[in-house]
């Protein structure tokens, strides 16, 4: 299984990102797809999940109602829109597959957010 996240880039506060996360490999096995965070000198912060079957979503409070992680037409394709972006957002951005109770990282994509 291979997880790759793209998207991310640098963006002025108040703006916008979306963020893809592609898995291939056995994405019929897929249970859930979570995004996390990781701030210089933070730990990883789970943002938000989504299952594959029925499509229920859990946040965040710090990014509740600013982000939307969805799935996309293709099984193995999945977004996160951020919106209304702030500096304290700035993170490397990851995307985990779950199979069977074990996590496929990707290597993460950086978003940037300038005040």
């Known amino acids: 299984v291979q997880v790759v996240e793209s998207g991310g880039g640098e963006v002025q506060a108040g703006g916008s990102l979306s963020l893809s996360c592609v898995v291939s490999g056995n994405i019929f096995s897929i249970d859930l797809i979570t995004w996390h965070r990781q701030a210089p000198g933070r730990l990883r912060e789970l943002v938000a999940t989504?299952?594959?079957?029925?499509?229920?979503?859990n946040y965040a409070d710090s990014v509740k109602d600013r982000f939307t992680v969805s799935k996309g037409d293709a099984e193995n394709t999945n977004y996160l829109r951020m919106n209304a972006l702030k500096p304290e957002d700035t993170a490397v951005y990851y995307c985990?597959?779950?199979?069977?109770?074990?996590?496929?990282w990707g290597q993460g994509t950086q978003v940037t957010v300038s005040s």
């Open positions: 989504i299952t594959l079957f029925g499509g229920i979503t």
């Open positions: 985990a597959a779950r199979i069977r109770s074990t996590d496929y």
